[in-house]
């Protein structure tokens, strides 16, 4: 069976983002898997595209969602973690979508490159890993 996944990319921080979407790659490409991929400016954009695909009825199996968020002098960090964080969770449980929530949030760009590095905490694979575990479990409960 092949699963089909939508990994939806911010761009913000690029070299960030290049890094967090080969951990991804690197998962995901295995047989049974077929990724396509969209990019977003930033985190907050990131459920709209979910929530478009899913009403366009576009028939992913998953999602990830991969981008990075650091703090600033400003609050507007507090509301990009916050709300593209709820945002994801309302898809996940409201609508039973398997996502992988690669964004991470950090306080300076020394902790977004030691989580987005493939060889460091990879935190791009592990929101892949999550989305095919969450789809596999998702398949046998509705069994």
């Known amino acids: 069976m092949t699963h089909k996944i939508l990994i939806i990319e911010a761009r913000y921080y690029e070299g960030i983002s ?8 690197n998962v995901l490409q295995q047989p049974g898997v077929e990724v396509t991929k969209v990019t977003v400016p930033g985190a907050l954009e990131i459920p709209h595209v979910i929530a478009y695909a899913e009403a366009a009825k576009s028939g992913f199996d998953g999602y990830v969602a991969l981008g990075c968020v650091i703090r600033g002098e400003t609050t507007h960090y507090d509301y990009v973690c916050q ?21 991470i949030t950090v306080e300076n760009e020394d902790q977004a490159w030691a989580r987005a590095k493939k060889d460091k905490k990879d935190k791009g694979g592990f929101a892949a890993n999550a989305v095919l575990k969450m789809i596999k479990i998702r398949s046998e409960l509705k069994a």
């Open 18 to 25: 290049d890094s967090l979407l080969e951990g991804a790659l």
């Open 83 to 103: 709300e593209s964080a709820r945002a994801i969770m309302d898809l996940a449980v409201n609508k039973q979508l398997a996502i992988g929530n690669g964004i």
